[in-house]
């Protein structure tokens, strides 16, 4: 996390620096509370980045301690003198992906973990706000739910939740295929066998596209499969799709959905239901050893618990 939050403090300091150089309009006043709301962080990132603009004297502190550029950049803008524009600098990238990362492994050691706004925000160098929309957004797929007064508690994973999920998972998305045969656009199939094309060369990118199972069940039409999916599947579509981050089970994942779509595509249904189960039920290398290694830990926790 020290990683992320030094991400943080570097466009803050890169960004006001482009800006005191060239003359931009400044976030205004210089102060760590407007600062800080300007670039929704928390104070530390900012912090950080004042600390080096003083010290490449590109900011100074007034008899009364406020933020200021510095005399001469000051002498050097009213003279026309200001350094040649430059390109601002990116924002880093979106902290959801970084949170949801950490998260997905707490949550895979099975403990139901409680988060405060205020810790997290601090954590992550993020605003109260910023973390707040990150924590619901995150509540809305499944893997927090919002206690009131208590800040949010992480799902814990089980081995033998995941195991109920796919029981149902396998039985309602064959029927989702069953029901979306006669309605399937060849174009759209073949759109997504390109989209999972094996890559290039070993170094290239795992191409991944999991848009197959949304679109069986949007083509089935059944209200029922849909509801099931939209409840109970975020919490588990989040899981695998941390889980693709392995190359080796993103090549696997994408190697199954070319043999599902080919099959479609030839119209041989009982083979591509055969692949579609497969799909479903043996592709989980990383939660099966977790899961047993979780439920361990469970059962060893509650002999000691008895033989204390």
């Known amino acids: ?72 950049l000051k002498a050097d803008s009213e003279r026309g003198q200001a350094a040649l524009e430059t390109a601002l600098p990116e924002p880093p990238q979106d902290p959801h992906d970084r949170i949801v990362d950490d998260l997905v492994q707490l949550s895979l050691r099975g403990e139901a973990i409680h988060l405060r706004e205020e810790a997290t925000a601090e954590k992550y160098g993020l605003s109260r706000s910023a973390i707040r929309h990150i924590l619901h957004r995150l509540a809305g797929e499944g893997i927090l739910d919002h206690i009131p007064r208590h800040g949010w508690q992480l799902r814990p994973f089980r081995q033998s ?10 039985v309602l998305e064959l ?34 596209d999991e848009s197959l ?14 509801e099931f999916f939209e409840r109970q599947g975020r919490y588990y579509r989040l899981l695998f799709e941390w889980e693709d981050r392995d190359r080796a089970i993103a090549l696997e994942t994408a190697r199954q959905h070319r043999e599902i779509l080919k099959a479609l595509l030839d119209k041989n249904w009982s083979k591509a239901s055969k692949a579609l189960s497969h799909h479903i039920r043996d592709h989980h290398p990383v939660f099966s050893p977790l899961g047993q290694a979780i439920t361990a830990n469970q059962e060893r926790s509650k002999s000691g618990d008895r033989s204390s």
Request: a neutral charge.
């Open 1 to 72: 996390m020290l990683a992320f939050m030094s991400t943080l403090a570097t466009y803050i300091k890169d960004d006001l620096a482009a800006r005191l150089r060239s003359g931009r309009k400044l976030p205004m006043p210089l102060t760590l509370d407007a600062l800080a709301e300007h670039y929704d962080v928390s104070f530390t990132p900012v912090r950080a980045a004042i600390a080096e603009l003083l010290n490449e004297g590109l900011l100074e502190k007034g008899s009364n301690r406020r933020l200021a550029p510095t005399a001469q």
């Open 161 to 170: 939740d995941l195991d109920a999920f796919i029981d149902v998972r396998e």
């Open 175 to 208: 029927k989702a295929l069953e029901l979306a045969r006669k309605k399937l656009s060849a174009d759209e199939l073949q759109r997504m066998l390109e989209a999972n094309a094996a890559p290039s060369s070993p170094q290239a990118p795992a191409r991944i």
């Open 213 to 226: 199972h949304g679109y069986l069940i949007s083509v089935a039409d059944n209200i029922y499969i849909k």
